[in-house]
Protein backbone atom coordinates (compact mmCIF):
# COMPACT_ATOMS: atom_id res chain seq x y z
CA UNK A 1 0.00 0.00 0.00
CA UNK A 2 2.79 2.61 0.92
CA UNK A 3 4.48 1.49 -2.51
CA UNK A 4 1.52 2.25 -3.89
CA UNK A 5 1.01 5.57 -2.59
CA UNK A 6 4.59 6.81 -3.38
CA UNK A 7 4.43 5.69 -6.74
CA UNK A 8 1.10 8.18 -6.92
CA UNK A 9 2.63 10.95 -5.27
CA UNK A 10 5.82 10.54 -7.47
CA UNK A 11 3.87 12.24 -10.71
CA UNK A 12 1.70 14.42 -8.99
CA UNK A 13 0.22 16.31 -5.67
CA UNK A 14 -2.71 14.28 -4.43
CA UNK A 15 -5.81 14.66 -1.73
CA UNK A 16 -6.84 11.69 -0.16
CA UNK A 17 -10.00 10.90 -1.38
CA UNK A 18 -8.04 11.13 -5.19
CA UNK A 19 -5.08 8.26 -3.41
CA UNK A 20 -8.68 6.58 -2.06
CA UNK A 21 -9.70 6.84 -5.23
CA UNK A 22 -6.64 5.83 -7.82
CA UNK A 23 -6.08 2.67 -4.78
CA UNK A 24 -9.39 1.52 -4.61
CA UNK A 25 -9.12 1.01 -0.92
CA UNK A 26 -11.20 2.92 1.87
CA UNK A 27 -10.27 6.24 2.74
CA UNK A 28 -9.16 5.01 6.42
CA UNK A 29 -6.53 2.57 5.15
CA UNK A 30 -5.03 5.29 2.62
CA UNK A 31 -4.62 7.66 5.37
CA UNK A 32 -3.43 5.28 8.08
CA UNK A 33 0.00 4.41 5.41
CA UNK A 34 -0.36 8.19 4.69
CA UNK A 35 0.39 9.33 8.21
CA UNK A 36 3.09 6.32 8.66
CA UNK A 37 4.67 7.87 5.59
CA UNK A 38 4.30 11.31 7.09
CA UNK A 39 6.51 10.51 9.93
CA UNK A 40 9.44 8.99 7.93
CA UNK A 41 9.47 11.89 6.57
CA UNK A 42 8.70 10.94 3.06
CA UNK A 43 5.60 12.90 2.85
CA UNK A 44 4.90 16.50 3.32
CA UNK A 45 1.25 18.05 3.54
CA UNK A 46 0.03 21.87 2.82
CA UNK A 47 -3.64 23.00 3.09
CA UNK A 48 -5.30 23.61 -0.37
CA UNK A 49 -5.17 27.51 -1.11
CA UNK A 50 -8.48 27.00 -2.91
CA UNK A 51 -10.11 25.11 0.10
CA UNK A 52 -8.23 25.36 3.77
CA UNK A 53 -10.53 22.26 4.70
CA UNK A 54 -8.70 20.11 1.96
CA UNK A 55 -4.72 19.17 2.38
CA UNK A 56 -2.72 17.84 -0.57
CA UNK A 57 -0.17 15.53 0.05
CA UNK A 58 3.66 15.89 -1.75
CA UNK A 59 5.91 13.31 -1.63
CA UNK A 60 9.70 14.05 -0.87
CA UNK A 61 11.99 12.78 -4.31
CA UNK A 62 15.17 14.24 -2.65
CA UNK A 63 14.62 12.18 0.56
CA UNK A 64 13.88 9.30 -1.20
CA UNK A 65 16.81 8.99 -3.13
CA UNK A 66 18.96 9.46 -0.02
CA UNK A 67 17.22 6.89 1.48
CA UNK A 68 17.46 4.35 -1.62
CA UNK A 69 21.18 5.26 -1.41
CA UNK A 70 21.52 4.35 2.22
CA UNK A 71 19.32 1.25 2.15
CA UNK A 72 21.91 -0.18 -0.60
CA UNK A 73 25.23 0.46 1.05
CA UNK A 74 23.97 -1.03 4.46
CA UNK A 75 22.79 -4.33 2.60
CA UNK A 76 26.09 -4.59 0.83
CA UNK A 77 28.80 -2.23 -1.25
CA UNK A 78 27.60 -3.59 -4.39
CA UNK A 79 24.02 -2.42 -3.58
CA UNK A 80 25.38 1.30 -3.18
CA UNK A 81 22.88 3.02 -5.34
CA UNK A 82 24.07 5.78 -7.35
CA UNK A 83 21.41 8.56 -8.64
CA UNK A 84 21.46 8.93 -12.37
CA UNK A 85 23.21 11.91 -13.96
CA UNK A 86 20.60 14.30 -15.32
CA UNK A 87 19.37 12.94 -18.66
CA UNK A 88 19.48 14.86 -21.82
CA UNK A 89 16.71 17.06 -22.08
CA UNK A 90 14.35 15.75 -24.17
CA UNK A 91 11.70 17.90 -26.91
CA UNK A 92 8.93 18.69 -25.46
CA UNK A 93 5.70 20.99 -24.42
CA UNK A 94 4.83 21.85 -20.91
CA UNK A 95 2.79 24.38 -19.93
CA UNK A 96 2.61 25.86 -16.17
CA UNK A 97 -0.61 27.45 -14.76
CA UNK A 98 -1.69 29.17 -11.86
CA UNK A 99 -4.23 32.27 -11.13
CA UNK A 100 -2.04 35.32 -11.84
CA UNK A 101 0.52 34.06 -13.89
CA UNK A 102 2.94 36.80 -12.47
CA UNK A 103 5.21 34.78 -10.17
CA UNK A 104 5.14 30.76 -9.88
CA UNK A 105 4.30 29.67 -13.50
CA UNK A 106 6.14 32.72 -15.12
CA UNK A 107 9.59 31.40 -12.68
CA UNK A 108 8.85 27.66 -14.10
CA UNK A 109 8.67 28.15 -17.34
CA UNK A 110 11.99 30.76 -17.34
CA UNK A 111 13.35 28.08 -14.87
CA UNK A 112 12.44 25.25 -17.20
CA UNK A 113 13.36 26.69 -20.88
CA UNK A 114 17.25 27.61 -19.19
CA UNK A 115 17.49 24.18 -17.28
CA UNK A 116 16.75 22.51 -20.68
CA UNK A 117 18.48 24.58 -23.24
CA UNK A 118 15.55 25.47 -25.10
CA UNK A 119 14.83 21.70 -25.97
CA UNK A 120 11.91 21.83 -23.94
CA UNK A 121 9.33 24.53 -24.85
CA UNK A 122 7.81 26.17 -21.78
CA UNK A 123 4.99 28.10 -21.84
CA UNK A 124 2.90 29.67 -18.69
CA UNK A 125 -0.39 31.59 -17.94
CA UNK A 126 -3.21 32.44 -15.46
CA UNK A 127 -6.97 31.99 -15.28
CA UNK A 128 -6.55 35.71 -13.76
CA UNK A 129 -3.80 37.11 -14.86
CA UNK A 130 -1.43 39.63 -13.16
CA UNK A 131 1.73 42.09 -13.56
CA UNK A 132 4.69 40.03 -13.20
CA UNK A 133 6.02 40.04 -9.85
CA UNK A 134 9.37 42.29 -9.38
CA UNK A 135 10.30 39.78 -6.93
CA UNK A 136 10.12 37.70 -9.30
CA UNK A 137 11.77 39.17 -11.77
CA UNK A 138 14.45 39.70 -9.08
CA UNK A 139 14.96 36.46 -7.57
CA UNK A 140 15.81 35.32 -11.61
CA UNK A 141 17.75 37.67 -12.07
CA UNK A 142 20.41 36.72 -9.14
CA UNK A 143 20.40 33.11 -11.27
CA UNK A 144 21.10 34.59 -14.16
CA UNK A 145 17.75 34.76 -15.87
CA UNK A 146 16.09 37.63 -17.31
CA UNK A 147 12.47 37.53 -16.58
CA UNK A 148 12.05 41.30 -17.67
CA UNK A 149 10.54 40.90 -20.96
CA UNK A 150 7.60 38.41 -19.62
CA UNK A 151 3.83 38.72 -19.87
CA UNK A 152 1.23 37.74 -18.11
CA UNK A 153 -0.66 35.62 -20.64
CA UNK A 154 -4.80 34.22 -19.86
CA UNK A 155 -5.29 30.31 -20.23
CA UNK A 156 -7.35 30.84 -23.23
CA UNK A 157 -4.58 31.46 -25.39
CA UNK A 158 -3.61 28.50 -25.60
CA UNK A 159 -6.86 26.75 -25.70
CA UNK A 160 -6.50 24.24 -28.60
CA UNK A 161 -2.73 23.88 -28.59
CA UNK A 162 -1.05 20.32 -27.69
CA UNK A 163 0.93 19.89 -24.87
CA UNK A 164 2.98 16.85 -23.29
CA UNK A 165 2.72 18.39 -20.34
CA UNK A 166 -0.10 20.54 -18.32
CA UNK A 167 1.24 21.32 -14.69
CA UNK A 168 -0.74 23.59 -12.45
CA UNK A 169 0.80 25.41 -9.50
CA UNK A 170 -2.26 26.89 -7.86
CA UNK A 171 -5.21 24.73 -5.85
CA UNK A 172 -7.28 27.52 -7.30
CA UNK A 173 -6.99 27.14 -10.94
CA UNK A 174 -6.36 23.88 -10.67
CA UNK A 175 -10.23 23.78 -10.24
CA UNK A 176 -10.85 25.61 -13.79
CA UNK A 177 -7.59 23.98 -15.49
CA UNK A 178 -9.51 23.71 -18.96
CA UNK A 179 -9.33 20.09 -21.12
CA UNK A 180 -6.40 20.18 -23.78
CA UNK A 181 -6.21 18.45 -26.79
CA UNK A 182 -4.27 15.14 -27.04
CA UNK A 183 -4.68 13.99 -23.68
CA UNK A 184 -1.40 15.69 -22.24
CA UNK A 185 0.16 14.33 -19.20
CA UNK A 186 -1.60 16.52 -16.02
CA UNK A 187 -0.06 16.87 -12.31
CA UNK A 188 -0.17 18.90 -9.83
CA UNK A 189 2.58 21.22 -8.04
CA UNK A 190 0.90 22.57 -4.62
CA UNK A 191 2.68 25.95 -4.24
CA UNK A 192 1.89 28.46 -1.89
CA UNK A 193 1.74 31.71 -3.56
CA UNK A 194 5.11 33.76 -2.62
CA UNK A 195 3.61 37.26 -3.29
CA UNK A 196 0.38 36.28 -0.24
CA UNK A 197 3.23 35.75 2.00
CA UNK A 198 4.51 38.10 4.56
CA UNK A 199 7.97 37.01 4.98
CA UNK A 200 7.94 38.49 1.25
CA UNK A 201 11.29 38.40 -0.73
CA UNK A 202 12.74 35.23 0.98
CA UNK A 203 9.36 33.45 0.07
CA UNK A 204 10.35 33.88 -3.52
CA UNK A 205 13.55 32.73 -2.91
CA UNK A 206 11.92 29.40 -1.54
CA UNK A 207 9.36 29.00 -4.37
CA UNK A 208 12.33 29.16 -7.21
CA UNK A 209 14.16 26.45 -5.09
CA UNK A 210 11.37 24.38 -5.38
CA UNK A 211 10.57 25.04 -8.28
CA UNK A 212 14.33 24.31 -9.68
CA UNK A 213 13.88 20.73 -7.28
CA UNK A 214 10.75 19.84 -9.07
CA UNK A 215 12.02 20.62 -12.70
CA UNK A 216 15.26 18.36 -12.20
CA UNK A 217 13.17 15.61 -11.39
CA UNK A 218 10.68 16.88 -14.18
CA UNK A 219 13.50 16.33 -17.13
CA UNK A 220 13.82 12.55 -15.70
CA UNK A 221 10.45 11.92 -16.02
CA UNK A 222 10.54 13.70 -19.40
CA UNK A 223 13.38 11.38 -20.65
CA UNK A 224 11.40 8.72 -19.65
CA UNK A 225 8.49 9.03 -21.72
CA UNK A 226 4.73 8.99 -20.07
CA UNK A 227 4.61 5.10 -20.67
CA UNK A 228 7.33 4.49 -18.88
CA UNK A 229 7.08 6.82 -16.14
CA UNK A 230 2.67 5.28 -15.37
CA UNK A 231 3.76 1.67 -15.50
Not at 34 to 47: F, H, I, P, Q, S
Not at 196 to 203: K, L, N, S, T, V
Request: proline residues 8%; contains cysteine; charged residues 25%.
Amino acid sequence: MRWRLLGELARSDRQVHELTALLGEQQSLVSYHLGLLRKADLVRTRRSAADARDIYYRLDLTRCGHLLATAGAALHPALHYTPPAAPAPTPARVLFLCTGNSSRSQMAEALLRRRSGGAVEAFSAGSKPKPIHPDAVAVLAERGIDLSAARPKHLAEFTGERFDRVITLCDRVREVCPEFPGHPVAAHWSMPDPAADPAGRPAFDRAADELTERIEFLLHALAAGPDLETS
